[in-house]
């Protein structure tokens, strides 16, 4: 979005209609509208000119944020935390192991247990294709049905810190961070961006970022080109709706059969590595049946098939056939570096060197979109109340 | 208590003599005078209908919450951290495998090291006999002597979050449930309680629970029926303390030999599993010996033992024979249920499902119960502050 | 120091040089002016005045407290926890375990990454000879160059809660606590302190507390007495160092051949036991060569010569030989005490139970240090932002 400033952003977000983000969960980017994904961001950009400012956005006075992490993080555990903190939330970690989860307790019953000062629920949830989805709606489905029957006296927020399908707070970042990029989020339009798989020397990394990435960026009238080896593919209905989105937004979706073909005149390169479908679910499977030997001969496999597509990676020669030779590279982070992480990765040193400050200022706007998705959940008239602590301009540091 | 305004409550704290509770601990229900336990009601109370006006009950502007868990927890360890921020304070959990406690240090210095800006220190010590409440009061009367050596500049409180006698967060909790169920302290008198033993398929469960409700109910009048098989006594010392109760209170309190005798028109129950007397001290035994053989053995036989009672199980068929057929049903929480978490349980899923709203309603009482045994063990004049806190009006979320 | 007022401990550290702290880390004392270490000591001092007198010293509405904890840690991890909550940050704690990290992620990266909204990283690394100073500078590097890219809108602070060279907040906290003893910075000029290694039946404690103690405290002019067995050698360059010191100051640095030495006539002892010089370096070398079983004999005989030092003890007979047989005894805790936490250790149990209270007045210094540190290193002008914070008054406690 463009540099301007405070009293315009919140401007242009008085016009937004967002009263269904108000005690509302944040599950996945297509089951919100163009206006409350662009409330998301313009709130993020707010909370980040307040801080340049040194006025505090802190709206809760106390209150619990609670984290599920069922999957190591780093970068999301840091920036829900550091978003929570931000609005006045103190963190809670839930801790499986040392919960009396281990006693066979239903998901109703800890969702409640855990919620009764709380204000948000942030989970992530990714390994299992089928399962963080349909984990984190009964989690909110739980909250719901607790706070209608006057269990819960307040509505908590559960806000998707990466499942099986989507990665929004990420997608969120980088959305954000293209159009800082390009100056505004109509520049977008045209901008041709290569999502494509990139070899890793790991297994069973999500499918939730290119499966975000494709389900979102194709709703601003970008050409999306989508490639990844054979039995790479994402889940079919994420791809329907990419489709579908692109055809409504006046974009473009395709998919092609090598990376060289989608860095070509590439605005914004994309190249990570994911597990295969087919191992996904049978991952799922293996899991399920407890079959703990068939899940080392699963990734012994899915290693082994990987190697045929150890030249999927992201090259200086690559880089120079995007538009005039200087796409924006994007990563989630971490990224594997070939002969840094690891002996051959998704990315060659020089790449992801010359890269490194817009990449770490990509994974920066996290903090802020979280923020910004608690902050629209739990205000009525977000505009309002922003107006109102600028003027208020209470100080963050003395 | 009957459902009446903030005005009222404190008017009717301040009638209560509280000094005993300033710069005190909370270990048992049995070392505090009515006026007492009636002022952790009523201010419990008072901070939930505060929430409901969003006026923050925040009394600290900064202090540290220590929590030391030594067994498994969800809701309590929850309730403690959301009291505790309720109140301003920030938690920090003593991970006794992370710190040097390993290195053999003694209880005085650790409980002195943790405490330098420590307010509060929440335990939980429940597996061995005779060793958590031990444990607690060692660390209080350390902070104690640190505090009156003028080594700690603030008494730190101790909070019993569940020990091998009492588990008063729980009970007082309870309490409070059955108090606003029925409308009044006033109305408890004569009511019923069924308080049985139930059929678990895990073993060593504390105590604690049915010796904190003998212990504390019998002080209101109630008639109190106690159902054990065989071999599943709870400590003499309490039971003995629950018929003098019983005798001062004009209640009763009675040992029958059936869930069934129990169950015949009580106006509540709470029928749950523990431990056999026997097998809690030889577990200690056993641990002290760090015969670690033995007390697998142990586990095993205790478990063939419980089969013998796998009929101790609350019904749709029993529930039918309580007062009008509709006594109010009590649990801790987490509930071992038939068909649900376990083949054979406490309780027929039927039962629990049909009382899920109240007995989510009872475990919401924990936060505010904490929080106002904390701060009456801070706040030199509770009722005065309450005023001027409410007076004052700050808002919770702005 | 002086046990005199706010105003005229502000009024002094006005006229420190300090501006060389702000926007800056601390790893060694030896890093820092004269002018700079008094000034943490003033403001540690001024922070424990103010609770006294029940005033906040929280300078941050919101704001990140990153701890990164490589080894044990029970005080240090509390102090500083207590020190970012008093000043206002929350506590992170960076789990190496449960992060990305073990994806082989580089220090740069997890720095920036742990960093959006963070004030101050609070680092122990202590247990390899060469590499925690060296992390810890990796990672002040990292947030200093991602703030230079403006990847960070603010430049967090490293602390050293402990590295291999240094542990700047146990012994700043030691030396203000013999500065109050003594009743002043200027009555330590001439008394003489002994640092002496001691037996311990564990084996691998770091270096840094018997280097930090001779580099810091040969600037006062002290006269330092260093002892310890053969081969307990500490680094050459901190000898040379504390030589230089005490040349400088007017104090003396002397090394001597036994406890008893060092101890004849001493206002000050600080018995405790570490590794091995050549152990240490050699543990780095086979800890870097995964060598596992090299470590466990290196252990077994590393404990094994320890044994041939086992009169090295702290005991009362020694005690009678200091100064009016009176000597402050110092220790960083835990202290290995014969016949308590083992059976021959550092200290004889009657010597710590007489120096009880002064070795928890002590440790209770720590907090108040890392908060001054931190306080400096973020607020341009401490003078008067003291004085402004404690004209306005806030209450700490309502």
Known sequence: ??????????????????????????????????????????????????????????????????????????????????????????????????????????????????????????????????????YQKEVAESVHQGYLEGVLSRRPTVVNLQCDIDHPTQTMSDLLHVMNYFDGMENLRGKKIAITWAYSPSYGKPLSVPQGIIGLLTRFGMEVALAHPKGYDLMPEVEDLAR???????????????????????????????????????????????????????????????KDFIDWTCTDELMKTTKEGGALYLHCLPADITGVSCERGEVEVSVLDRHRVPLYTQAGYKPYIIAAMIFLSKIENPAEKLTEMVNEGRKRVL
Chains 1, 2, 3 share one sequence.
């Open 244 to 306: 579908k989105n692109a055809l409504d937004s006046g974009g473009a979706f395709s998919k092609v059969d090598s990376m060289e073909e989608a860095f070509q005149d590439a605005d914004i390169v994309y190249p990570k590595s994911w597990a295969p479908y087919a191992v996904m679910e049978e991952r799922t499977q293996r899991l399920k049946a407890g079959d703990d030997e068939g899940l080392v001969a699963l990734e012994a496999q899915c290693l082994e098939s990987n």
């Open 1 to 134: 979005m463009k540099k301007i400033g405070i009293p315009e952003t919140i401007e242009s977000l008085s016009t937004k209609k967002t009263d269904r983000l108000y005690l509302n969960d944040f599950f996945l980017t297509w089951d919100k509208s163009m206006d409350e994904l662009t409330a998301v961001l313009e709130v993020a950009e707010i909370f980040r000119y307040m801080r340049k400012l040194n006025i505090s956005p802190k709206v809760f006075d106390s209150g619990i944020a609670v984290s599920i992490f069922r999957d190591k993080s780093t970068r999301t555990r840091f920036s829900f935390a550091s978003a929570s903190n931000l609005l006045g939330l103190a963190l809670q970690a839930l801790d499986e192991e040392k919960s009396q989860i281990a006693h066979g307790e239903t998901v109703r019953e800890t969702a409640t247990m855990i919620s009764y000062l709380t204000e948000v629920i942030g989970i992530r949830d990714d390994i299992f294709l089928g399962e963080g989805h349909r």
